[in-house]
């Protein structure tokens, strides 16, 4: 699996709501428009590495349900890697999205089997050799995150990088977990909520001092990438948002894509904040574009 680059996180179904206002508590309120999207974090970011020209594989099981068969059938017609796809007894999981005109977005999760990591999925995951794993935050939040972690911990050892998406719910993960998931990784992309759920920006030169790179992600002011050998701004390319979900999924694929590529940390970087421009011009959580020319990397 030479430069092909596994992602940990689930695959569910996104129902997006667009909201015009907010009701006060207890009252009604409207939304004028209501799409179904297939969603998660790695998602985005398999989608973002495709966009690129290149093979992700997302490891995620899916529901013997409509919405597993749903995300599947989409998977296959956009040829998408299924090859860490197994099907599981019980319910796919779902995101209720609420989009605000301004492109900020609100989140209602419920978990299901996308967050289950059986023996047999961990043992086809340990035996795969890719560059790079991605891991989301959201992946952590199921009974099985001990196999995930002593999976991730066998990767590294045979030389797998390994990459961190914090991803909104960080602080529900349990502390010593976190803290393992953590130590594991190579690479952390958290914004400024998810940051501070990991400890805030005082710990990052601690971070860095074990030898860790922080990209904090800070949405249209750009970011502060912190490297063992030192830190650099770097500046969102000029865009419209429209919407703001899944860019920061998009940043993360993007710099996964380039890093498995040999690239440099800041073409790497200039990369992933291009490709979490494209998706904030799109409705949804990601959008299918091609690479053009004179994209960055």
């Not at 907010?22 to 009252?27: L, T, V």
């Not at 995620?60 to 068969?69: I, T």
């Not at 030898?211 to 249209?220: A, E, H, M, N, P």
């Not at 040999?262 to 990601?286: F, I, K, N, S, Y």
């Amino acid at each position: 699996m030479a430069q092909d680059l596994l992602l940990l996180g689930g695959l569910v179904l996104d129902r997006y709501f667009s909201v015009t206002a907010w009701p006060r508590r207890g009252q009604d309120g409207y939304f004028s428009r209501e799409e179904t999207f297939v969603g998660g974090c790695a998602a985005n970011m398999a989608v973002t590495i495709h966009n690129l020209g290149g093979q992700a594989h997302v490891v995620s099981c899916l529901g013997d349900d409509p919405a597993g068969e749903t995300i599947r059938r989409y998977w296959a017609a956009h040829g998408l890697s299924q090859r860490f796809l197994p099907t599981r007894r019980g319910e796919t999981g779902s995101c209720l999205v609420f989009s605000e005109p301004d492109g900020e977005r609100t989140f209602l999760t419920r978990k299901g089997v996308e967050l289950a990591f059986p023996p047999d999925l961990a043992a086809q995951v340990a035996a795969a050799r890719p560059t790079w794993v991605g891991v989301t935050g959201y992946y952590l939040l199921g009974e099985d995150r001990g196999r995930v972690l002593r999976t991730l911990s066998a990767l590294r050892a045979q030389g797998t990088g390994i990459l961190f998406d914090p991803s909104p719910l960080v602080g529900d993960i349990p502390p010593a977990q976190r803290e393992e998931m953590v130590s594991l990784a190579h690479l952390l992309t958290p914004n400024d909520s998810e940051l501070a759920a990991l400890g805030g920006p005082e710990r990052i030169p601690r971070l860095t001092a074990a030898g860790k790179t922080v990209l904090w992600k800070q949405g249209s002011r750009g970011g502060l990438v912190c490297a063992p050998t030192g830190q650099f701004p770097y500046a969102p390319p000029p865009c419209t948002p429209v919407d703001t979900t899944g860019a920061g999924d998009s940043f993360s694929g993007g710099l996964l894509f380039a890093l498995a590529q040999g690239r440099p940390l800041d073409e790497a970087v200039r990369l992933a904040a291009w490709c979490a421009a494209q998706t904030v011009q799109v409705h949804g959580p990601h959008g299918f574009w091609q690479r053009e020319a004179g994209t960055p990397v």
